[in-house]
């Protein structure tokens, strides 16, 4: 389905997981599996399932359980469900951008996306209600936020492999339509939102990987993150979810909304580029999260003091507003030259 072999997951070798991540008895050669011949990139698919469950084994609500039973983690520098085995992934290597993913199959995913958890698709005299409006927007803001990383890291010749920008793409993919930029700057601030809410319970987590250094390097990113003047000065609450699931039918709208959020996160394991898939899974993984941090995990509203994380969470959310605010960065840096060549078309 992709014209790229570039839209493969480069899987780490067996010499850069944490030794933390290893299962306690050592594997055989026969274990490995190879990819594309290489030794280099043999693959352990022997991971120790419970070093990813990191902090805590509640699922959650929101997103699809698959993602956390069995063993499977999508996850982040790290884990990729494959037949309910893992691998190690360095996202870095692996960044996400245009792979040639298109056609029928990526348009089937979308559509099902949007009509099967929005009832307005199907029938247009439905009207939604607010917290409907804010799953459409989240979904549509993360939307956005793909199309323009697919147009930051463009291949603009295959013959020569010339990557770059491509701002018609992202113009009239995104730019073109007001609401979808704006849906782009909604997700932005309800993840922000849910990262700062949960400062506290980030500041303390422990993101041990077995290299000392790293991991400081971690922690100190983490707080200056969480506590940067400027953005407490700039967005003081950049969404206020105090309003939801107010009303007698509250409770039985969430677990509505919360079932369609749900179908969202099974429909990505159809995703069929297996990049698009890491990087759609690990999105919306952090955005399920950032669901949990602002609507609690059992119903109570504000027990932001019982929020339990898995680190699989932590991580996709962590990535997930990276993800988000390089595309803001986008749009501020690039938009306006996009338009400015739209418009002299
Ligand atoms: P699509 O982006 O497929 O959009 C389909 C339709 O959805 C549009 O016609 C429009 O009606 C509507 N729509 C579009 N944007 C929005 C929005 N922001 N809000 C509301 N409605 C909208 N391709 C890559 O090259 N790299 C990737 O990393 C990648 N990741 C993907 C991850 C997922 C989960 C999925 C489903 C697809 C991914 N793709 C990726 C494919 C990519 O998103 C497009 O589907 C593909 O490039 C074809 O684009 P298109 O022009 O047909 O429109």
Redesign the pocket.
Same mark, same amino acid.
Request: proline share 0%; aromatic share 16%.
């Given at each position: 389905m992709c014209r790229l072999r570039d839209c493969s997951v480069c899987e780490c070798p067996e010499s850069e997981f944490p030794e933390s991540f290893k299962k306690p008895h050592r594997f055989s050669m026969n274990d490995l599996v190879c990819q594309e011949g290489k030794p280099q990139a043999a693959v352990d698919r022997t991971l120790d399932s419970k070093a990813f469950r990191g902090w805590t084994e509640i699922d959650n609500p929101w997103t699809n359980d698959d993602e956390t039973d069995n063993g499977s983690y999508l996850i982040l520098i790290v884990v990729y469900p494959i037949n309910y085995e893992m691998t190690y992934v360095n996202l870095q290597l692996n960044p996400?951008?245009?792979? $040639?993913?298109?056609g029928p199959s990526?348009?089937r995913?979308?559509d099902s996306v949007?009509s099967e958890n929005c009832p307005k698709l199907k029938d247009p005299s439905q009207e939604l209600c607010q917290e409907e409006k804010i799953l459409y927007k989240l979904i *549509?803001g993360l939307? *956005?936020s793909? *199309?323009i990383?697919?147009a930051a890291e463009y291949l603009l010749d295959e013959a020569t492999n010339l990557w770059g920008q491509n701002l018609t793409l992202m113009y009239d993919? =995104?730019l073109k339509y007001p609401d979808?930029v704006r849906?782009l700057y909604f997700t932005f601030l309800f993840v922000l939102r849910a990262v700062t809410k949960a400062a506290d319970y980030l500041e303390q987590a422990e993101y041990d990987t077995g290299n000392y250094n790293e991991d400081l390097r971690t922690q100190s990113l983490i707080k200056q993150l969480l506590y940067n003047p400027k953005l407490q000065a700039a967005c003081p609450i950049p969404f206020d979810e105090a309003n939801l699931w107010k009303g007698q039918s509250g409770p039985e709208l969430k677990q509505k909304i919360q079932q369609q959020f749900r179908n969202i996160s099974a429909l990505?394991d159809c =995703?069929g580029?297996e990049?698009?898939r890491l990087? $759609?899974k690990l999105q919306v993984l952090g955005l399920g999260t950032a669901l949990k941090i602002l609507f609690s995990v059992d119903g109570q509203e504000n027990s932001i003091q019982t929020l339990q994380l898995q680190r699989n969470e932590v991580i996709a959310l962590m990535n997930l507003l990276n993800r988000l605010s390089e595309s803001v960065k986008f749009v501020h840096e690039v938009g306006p030259a996009a338009d400015r060549i739209m418009e002299g078309h």
């Open positions: 996400e951008r245009y792979t $040639g993913y298109t990526a348009r995913i979308w949007y *549509s939307h *956005s793909i *199309s990383h697919i993919r =995104v979808r849906n990505m =995703v580029c990049k698009c990087w $759609g």
